[in-house]
């Protein structure tokens, strides 16, 4: 079990399974069981967490026991266009005529930038491919894939499987949300189960409420200062408590996402009157229910987490989990990004909008905003805000990833960016002396006004409290349905000359023998690994992309990878702590 340290309590779980036995008159047979059996068997009195309860309702093969390995139903997925194109032609390749989930959808949201063919040619295969199988197809410009299956399609108590490792956003409408590699959702798009680790939960118990110019964001990052970066697999983050009561959807949602950073499997809110206001407000009101943990449900761990005492954090370079209080910083600021599936709301902006209005950017300060929805931006442009953004001194950017991978937007050479995403590694934002600060808004708008980062409670303003509509105007013309079936098979697949075969690997041997090609340090992400960037084009053809494995780090790994490969030896890397953090783990290992 846990091990109790500050700001966590352990579950009171030493008092004995014999005391709990013999007051559920149980008779001594039991008390002659294995710890693990006897462990399954005193779990069967208590309570669930909503964790296991969504688990157990989509169990398809195992037993529900924590540590143990279990296949569950997945009801709907989602992909995106970098990794989405492997996960589609490894489904191309089951021979299947259909789709067996619930709902599926293809997103546009990585590279829209469009630089060469080769991703235009992506997504036409990828809106081929949408209507062949009956997937749903949010095309480019559209927004951020999270951000518009928090508000379009995602429902409390369904399991998200995505090709994407913040999937877990889907986590703050109460939807256990879970990233994966395109072969595990091609797999569950099939109707196969998802395998994975039926998982420790840890209990997030949330008291006090927010003070000004504390937000959602800064509760994730004070979640990472205990949690930290490793030691967490396996695990599920639940969040409870009278706390959560004011969080909205979208502040859920935040933490959630980030909560990736973590480790954990996802993380997940219940389902109350916060999500059934916010489904309301989409047009989706009848999708409710309610959803919660039993009130004695047990826990493997607790965090004890008073938000009345939560100030604005940062996560310093080059790692989310390096969190540092604002106050304590104090650095000159060369560029603010807003926007990403972490920070990307009505919300999100609405409160920048207003701390900006009627002022001017800093000389020396470059920002841009990346709405995460086209609803998002449609709202800001019919309030104003919008142009109150642009009257300030933002770049307004399309609402896709954009700089959050490091595909657009770099900043200069040894800059401090402050941002709103979720991951700095070094070298990510695509410059690589740069040093990247995660923040919430409030303080990425501050440090646009200041020029420094810069805590917002020293700003001579009050904090403009936003409220959520409690309508949106509902646009999904930039969303395709599905074919009806009868219209299916005349569909030819569109494949340009940069679409590849997903990858035929050999069985592996039962001995190997080989050379040690690259020993890395310790945190080596899988941005490190196959970078992203202008390299991301490639991800739709794996022997292209295989080219530059290892690039940031050894220009020449390739090459002498690819010659002791010629020569029947097997590569060998010497890894540190932590190595294959990050996304796309898929391409990582493939490649």
């Not at 035929?504 to 960037?533: C, F, W, Y």
């Not at 190595?579 to 290992?589: C, L, M, P, T, V």
Request: hydrophobic fraction near 35%.
């Amino acid at each position: 079990f846990f091990q109790a340290e500050d700001g966590i309590r352990d579950v009171e779980r030493s008092r004995g399974l014999g005391d709990v036995y013999k007051r559920q008159g149980i008779n001594a047979e039991y008390m002659r069981l294995s710890i693990q059996d006897q462990h399954a068997c005193w779990r069967s009195f208590m309570g669930y967490t909503l964790t296991e309860k969504i688990l157990r309702q989509h169990l398809a093969d195992g037993f529900y026991e924590p540590g143990k390995e279990i296949g569950i139903k997945i009801d709907q997925t989602l992909t995106q266009d970098a990794t989405g194109t492997m996960a589609y032609l490894q489904f191309e390749s089951m021979g299947l005529s259909d789709i067996a989930t619930e709902l599926s959808v293809s997103y546009v949201d990585h590279n829209t930038i469009q630089v060469g063919f080769e991703n235009a040619d992506d997504h036409a295969y990828l809106e081929s491919i949408a209507k062949k199988y009956g997937i749903y197809f949010s095309r480019p410009g559209n927004g951020i894939c999270h951000q518009i299956h928090l508000e379009r399609f995602a429902r409390p108590g369904k399991t998200l499987l995505g090709s994407d490792s913040h999937t877990p956003t889907a986590g703050g409408m109460g939807c256990l949300a879970m990233g994966a590699g395109g072969l595990d959702v091609a797999v569950a798009m099939g109707g196969g189960a998802y395998y994975l680790t039926a998982p420790r939960v840890i209990n997030v118990h949330l008291t006090g409420r927010l003070e000004p110019w504390a937000t959602a964001k800064d509760i994730i990052l004070k979640v990472l200062s205990i949690l930290s970066t490793k030691g967490n697999v396996g695990c599920v983050c639940e969040y409870t408590g009278e706390g959560i009561a004011e969080l909205t959807v979208p502040e859920r949602a935040t933490i959630t996402n980030m909560g990736a950073e973590t480790g954990v499997t996802t993380s997940i809110f219940p389902s109350d009157g916060q999500t059934k206001r916010f489904l309301q407000a989409q047009e989706r009101g009848e999708q409710w229910t309610a959803l919660a943990a039993d009130k004695d449900a047990v826990y493997d761990r607790t965090l004890e987490i008073d938000l009345s005492e939560i100030e604005p954090l940062a996560s310093a370079p080059h790692s989310p989990g390096n969190i540092s209080r604002i106050k304590d910083l104090n650095l000159p600021v060369n560029q603010v990004m807003i926007g990403s599936c972490t920070n990307s709301s009505y919300v999100d902006l609405m409160t920048v909008a207003a701390m900006l209005k009627g002022k001017h950017l800093q000389a020396d300060v470059s920002l841009g905003i990346a709405p995460g929805s086209r609803q998002v931006l449609n709202t800001i442009a019919r309030n104003g805000a919008l142009s109150d953004l642009i009257a300030f001194g933002a770049r307004i950017l399309e609402s896709s990833c954009g700089f959050c991978i490091g595909n657009s937007m770099s900043p200069r050479t040894d800059a401090i960016s402050v941002r709103t995403s979720n991951r700095n590694f070094k070298g990510r934002s695509g410059t690589p002396s740069a040093r990247v600060y995660l923040t919430s808004p409030v303080v990425a708008a501050t440090s646009a006004l200041t020029g420094r980062l810069t805590d917002p409670r020293e700003l001579r303003m009050d904090y403009p409290r936003i409220e959520m509509p409690a309508h949106f105007e509902i646009d999904d013309s930039m969303i395709i349905p599905p074919l009806p079936t009868t219209q299916r098979a005349e569909i030819e697949i569109c494949r340009g000359p940069n679409i590849g075969e997903p990858p035929i690997n050999e069985p592996m041997p039962k001995g190997i023998s080989g050379q040690v090609t690259i020993r890395v340090d310790d945190l080596v992400t899988t941005d490190h690994i196959m970078p992203a960037g202008s390299r991301l084009k490639y991800r739709s053809n794996v022997p292209k992309y295989s080219e530059f494995v290892f690039e940031p780090l050894d220009k020449q790994f390739c090459s002498r990878a690819s010659s002791f490969r010629d020569q029947g030896t097997h590569n060998l890397i010497v890894a540190g702590l932590s190595y294959g953090q990050g996304s796309s783990r898929e391409h990582a290992a493939l490649c």
